[in-house]
């Protein structure tokens, strides 16, 4: 064991001494240093201001004034993403999804974004995020200063004076890869500090374990494969070629073969034609806000029937009101349906892609941070869910409102007539129907299982590593 | 009594070539054995089949009467080898080169240790404390030299161990392999310098393309082989 940390000891000061290495190492902790702060900073003002709107929009939503209860209806309401603490790491899909959703009645609205201020203030680096640089330029720094790390045994003609001591080639493997994964570890201090601060803001210590476990996998990957290539090839230009190639590859093309790939395997239908076939299906189920449609004739029966009355004003409840329960109830279903069929293809699609972390580390370690993270589009797709159960629980007791509080007759006649347009309006104390709203990420067990997918495939990729390098380290002869 | 080193019907092959050719030789303790030869003659292969480093295709290499292959760790422990124009690590001082491959190999050595090996291969005092990235080849050569006389081991392969020095330097390295010897440790260096090895060794084994072509001894009394005798049965083989 000695002599193995004394090969790490020694290949550590090998890079400390060397001004290039120093340089770099400096650079990228400098780099990885601001990006997590900027990021940190970015995410916590999103945080906050997001906090603020949707408290905003529920004092607006309650401040409203006494009114017809269908009116609040499509008043409408906002709800907000806020996002989860590990987003300072990892924004995910924060970027390209939207983060608010103006919540009405008979319909589904898409969540679109907040505003576009964060962007203009950082002019348009709000996409470098820890996260990315973590997946893609830290393993170029690790190219970039181990990718002779045996090589230059051989050419500097050490190698075999380091055998002829007693040196076994596990021992120069294992003496190697300490020294590398050293630098690993110093690299991640930005992304632990930044998972502490998450924890702080009431992020799941396992959750915040969790990232720091993923990225220190996927960057001993790395480790492993530089470890490989140079074990396994005789000149340095070699094994940096080799390596920037898989780079390339591996964080451009394979990601970018996975989307194109997902969409193809997949196809969505265009959004277009879904609305269309979705608004023939609403047709269907009949307009709320015109009683005597065909559609609710024999909910009128029924009602007649159930209550023993001839004529709807007879009844003890409000006919319009009754109307607008069930056509509400009976679209969302329709629009619920169109929704899941989306979402589920959506979430095929976001497995498919991830199955390529077979292929590529970071298609792998993407997946996995956007899903410890809670910032992954299983994540949005909850948002979503949550929202239209926000929406479809104020609709509906607005709806009851109706039902129960609002005489039918006056409904009717309320723009005929002032007296009863006035007794239509009603006490504001009922907008109280309106839930509180805050987004809160899964829970760090679900987003632990989530993610056990990618663990899986960077574990298998670290292994076959490991193991390829062993013997390759095994092998090597001055 | 047990050779300390011995080829038996020794073949090596090499990216498909057949680089050495039923070599056998073997050596007692405290001798100083030389393999002469020019260019790819076979001679670094000797010693790094003795290494382990190379397979025989053919025949087979002793250390200390043990067959190398299944023996290989014992073997190395038994060894300090000083490859060709070994440069050690250039980010080092010599006394950090030192302790670092001596700890490699398990010799705990002291500075003052330290300091007499460098002295006998005559590294000036003020260099040592440099990174070896500032040395001539001489001195680096020098630093070598310490490293394989440091390890406490009974045998020394040196290759073109006087490569780079300067003639004060030679007479210092010779100084010092006769002194090692007479310790008891037996050493095999391999050269294509005619002089040196005549004037160093017990015995010289002359190797071309991978055969013993010839083999002179010392003579009893002598202090050192007939190097006219030896050059010309090199310029002869050389010629042939």
Same mark, same amino acid.
């Given at each position: 064991?000695?002599?193995?940390?004394?090969?790490?000891?020694?290949?550590?000061?090998?890079?400390?001494?060397?001004?290039?290495?120093?340089?770099?190492?400096?650079?990228?902790?400098?780099?990885?240093?601001?990006?997590?702060?900027?990021?940190?900073?970015?995410?916590?003002?999103?945080?906050?201001?997001?906090?603020?709107?949707?408290?905003?929009?529920?004092?607006?939503?309650?401040?409203?004034?006494?009114?017809?209860?269908?009116?609040?209806?499509? $008043?409408?309401?906002?709800?907000?993403?806020?996002?989860?603490?590990?987003?300072?790491?990892?924004?995910?899909?924060?970027?390209?999804?939207?983060?608010?959703?103006?919540?009405?009645?008979?319909?589904?609205?898409?969540?679109?974004?907040?505003?576009?201020?964060?962007?203009?203030?950082?002019?348009?680096?709000?996409?470098?995020?820890?996260?990315?640089?973590?997946?893609?330029?830290?393993?170029?720094?690790?190219?970039?200063?181990?990718?002779?790390?045996?090589?230059? =045994?051989?050419?500097?003609?050490?190698?075999?004076?380091?055998?002829? &001591?007693?040196?076994?080639?596990? =021992?120069?493997?294992?003496?190697?890869?300490?020294?590398?994964?050293?630098?690993?570890?110093?690299?991640?201090?930005?992304?632990?500090?930044?998972?502490?601060?998450?924890?702080?803001?009431?992020?799941?210590?396992?959750?915040?374990?969790?990232?720091?476990?993923?990225?220190?996998? $996927?960057?001993?990957?790395?480790?492993?494969?530089?470890?490989?290539?140079?074990?396994?090839?005789?000149?340095?230009?070699?094994?940096?070629?080799?390596?920037?190639?898989?780079?390339?590859?591996?964080?451009?093309?394979?990601?970018?073969?996975?989307?194109?790939?997902? +969409?193809?395997?997949?196809?969505?239908?265009?959004?277009?034609?879904?609305?269309?076939?979705?608004?023939?299906?609403? *047709?269907?189920?009949?307009?709320?806000?015109?009683?005597?449609?065909? &559609?609710?004739?024999?909910?009128?029966?029924?009602?007649?029937?159930?209550?023993?009355?001839? *004529?709807?004003?007879?009844?003890?409840?409000?006919?319009?009101?009754?109307?607008?329960?069930?056509?509400?109830?009976?679209?969302?279903?329709?629009?619920?349906? $169109?929704?899941?069929?989306?979402?589920?293809?959506?979430?095929?699609?976001?497995?498919?892609?991830?199955?390529?972390?077979?292929?590529?580390?970071?298609?792998?370690?993407?997946?996995?941070?956007?899903?410890?993270?809670?910032?992954?589009?299983?994540?949005?797709?909850?948002?979503?869910?949550?929202?239209?159960?926000?929406?479809?629980?104020?609709?509906?007791?607005?709806?009851?409102?109706?039902?129960? &509080?609002?005489?039918?007759?006056?409904?009717?006649?309320?723009?005929?007539?002032?007296?009863?347009?006035?007794?239509?309006?009603?006490?504001?104390?009922?907008?109280?129907?309106?839930?509180?709203?805050?987004?809160?990420?899964?829970?760090?067990?679900?987003?632990?299982?989530?993610?056990?997918?990618?663990?899986?495939?960077?574990?298998?990729?670290?292994?076959?590593?490991?193991?390829?390098?062993?013997?390759?380290?095994?092998?090597?002869?001055? | 009594?047990?050779?300390?080193?011995?080829?038996?019907?020794?073949?090596?092959?090499?990216?498909? #070539?057949?680089?050495?050719?039923?070599? +056998?030789?073997?050596?007692?303790?405290?001798?100083?054995?030389?393999?002469?030869?020019?260019?790819?003659?076979?001679?670094?292969?000797?010693?790094?089949?003795?290494?382990?480093?190379?397979?025989?295709?053919?025949?087979?290499?002793?250390?200390?009467?043990?067959?190398?292959?299944?023996?290989?760790?014992?073997?190395?422990?038994?060894?300090?080898?000083?490859?060709?124009?070994?440069?050690?690590?250039?980010?080092?001082?010599?006394?950090?080169?030192?302790?670092?491959?001596?700890?490699?190999?398990?010799? =705990?050595?002291?500075? =003052?240790?330290?300091?007499?090996?460098?002295?006998?291969?005559?590294?000036?005092?003020?260099?040592?404390?440099?990174?070896?990235?500032?040395?001539?080849?001489?001195?680096?050569?020098?630093?070598?030299?310490?490293?394989?006389?440091?390890?406490?081991?009974?045998?020394?392969?040196?290759?073109?161990?006087?490569?780079?020095?300067?003639?004060?330097?030679?007479?210092?390295?010779?100084?010092?392999?006769?002194?090692?010897?007479?310790?008891?440790?037996?050493?095999?260096?391999?050269?294509?310098?005619?002089?040196?090895?005549?004037?160093?060794?017990?015995?010289?084994?002359?190797? #071309?393309?991978?055969?013993?072509?010839?083999?002179?001894?010392?003579?009893?009394?002598?202090?050192?082989?007939?190097?006219?005798?030896?050059?010309?049965?090199?310029?002869?083989?050389?010629?042939?």
């Amino acid at each position: 064991m000695s002599r193995v940390l004394s090969i790490a000891r020694e290949e550590s000061r090998l890079w400390l001494r060397s001004r290039l290495a120093l340089v770099t190492l400096v650079i990228f902790a400098v780099l990885l240093a601001a990006v997590s702060i900027a990021t940190s900073l970015r995410m916590s003002e999103e945080y906050h201001h997001r906090s603020e709107q949707q408290a905003l929009a529920e004092e607006t939503f309650l401040s409203q004034p006494d009114r017809h209860p269908h009116r609040m209806v499509h $008043y409408g309401h906002y709800v907000f993403r806020t996002p989860p603490p590990l987003a300072m790491i990892d924004p995910g899909v924060d970027a390209v999804t939207g983060q608010s959703i103006f919540l009405e009645g008979h319909k589904q609205n898409s969540a679109v974004f907040a505003d576009a201020r964060a962007g203009a203030e950082l002019g348009g680096f709000q996409g470098l995020t820890a996260a990315l640089v973590y997946q893609l330029f830290v393993p170029l720094l690790l190219i970039a200063i181990g990718h002779g790390v045996f090589i230059r =045994e051989r050419e500097e003609n050490t190698l075999a004076p380091l055998l002829a &001591q007693g040196v076994t080639g596990n =021992e120069l493997y294992a003496g190697k890869w300490i020294a590398l994964a050293g630098v690993t570890l110093a690299l991640l201090l930005p992304l632990a500090i930044v998972s502490a601060a998450a924890v702080v803001r009431g992020e799941a210590l396992l959750a915040s374990f969790g990232v720091i476990s993923l990225y220190a996998l $996927y960057l001993f990957v790395w480790c492993g494969l530089i470890l490989l290539v140079s074990a396994l090839v005789r000149s340095r230009a070699l094994s940096l070629g080799i390596l920037a190639l898989f780079w390339l590859a591996s964080a451009l093309i394979v990601p970018r073969i996975a989307v194109e790939s997902a +969409s193809s395997a997949m196809p969505a239908p265009g959004k277009i034609e879904t609305d269309l076939r979705m608004q023939a299906d609403l *047709r269907e189920v009949g307009d709320g806000h015109f009683p005597g449609a065909p &559609q609710f004739q024999q909910l009128r029966a029924n009602l007649l029937i159930q209550y023993d009355v001839e *004529r709807v004003e007879d009844l003890p409840v409000n006919f319009r009101g009754v109307v607008s329960e069930v056509a509400e109830a009976d679209l969302t279903e329709v629009m619920n349906r $169109y929704a899941e069929e989306r979402m589920a293809l959506e979430a095929r699609q976001a497995r498919f892609a991830e199955n390529f972390g077979w292929l590529s580390p970071v298609a792998a370690v993407s997946a996995g941070s956007r899903a410890l993270s809670g910032t992954d589009l299983a994540a949005h797709h909850r948002f979503l869910r949550e929202a239209e159960e926000v929406r479809i629980d104020y609709v509906q007791g607005l709806n009851r409102v109706h039902v129960e &509080q609002l005489d039918y007759t006056d409904d009717i006649n309320r723009s005929l007539n002032e007296e009863a347009n006035r007794r239509t309006r009603m006490s504001a104390e009922n907008w109280n129907v309106l839930n509180e709203f805050s987004f809160q990420p899964a829970a760090a067990g679900e987003r632990l299982t989530q993610a056990g997918a990618p663990l899986g495939m960077l574990s298998a990729w670290l292994l076959l590593l490991t193991a390829g390098g062993i013997r390759a380290a095994r092998r090597m002869q001055p | 009594m047990i050779s300390m080193l011995a080829a038996q019907s020794l073949s090596v092959r090499r990216s498909g #070539q057949e680089v050495l050719k039923d070599v +056998s030789f073997s050596i007692e303790q405290g001798e100083i054995h030389a393999l002469l030869g020019g260019n790819g003659a076979g001679k670094s292969t000797t010693l790094l089949t003795f290494l382990g480093f190379l397979k025989p295709a053919s025949g087979s290499v002793h250390v200390q009467g043990r067959d190398v292959n299944g023996n290989l760790g014992a073997a190395r422990q038994a060894i300090a080898y000083l490859p060709e124009a070994a440069t050690l690590y250039g980010h080092l001082s010599a006394y950090e080169n030192l302790h670092y491959f001596l700890s490699l190999a398990g010799t =705990e050595t002291g500075r =003052e240790a330290l300091d007499d090996a460098l002295d006998r291969v005559a590294l000036q005092p003020d260099a040592r404390n440099m990174r070896m990235e500032t040395y001539s080849k001489g001195m680096r050569q020098k630093v070598a030299i310490a490293l394989a006389s440091l390890r406490d081991t009974p045998i020394l392969l040196l290759d073109e161990p006087t490569s780079g020095l300067d003639p004060v330097a030679i007479d210092e390295f010779n100084r010092l392999a006769r002194d090692l010897a007479e310790a008891g440790r037996t050493i095999l260096l391999v050269t294509h310098d005619v002089y040196g090895a005549c004037h160093v060794a017990d015995r010289i084994d002359l190797l #071309q393309n991978g055969v013993l072509v010839g083999a002179f001894d010392r003579p009893e009394g002598m202090d050192r082989i007939d190097t006219e005798a030896v050059h010309a049965a090199f310029a002869q083989h050389a010629g042939a």
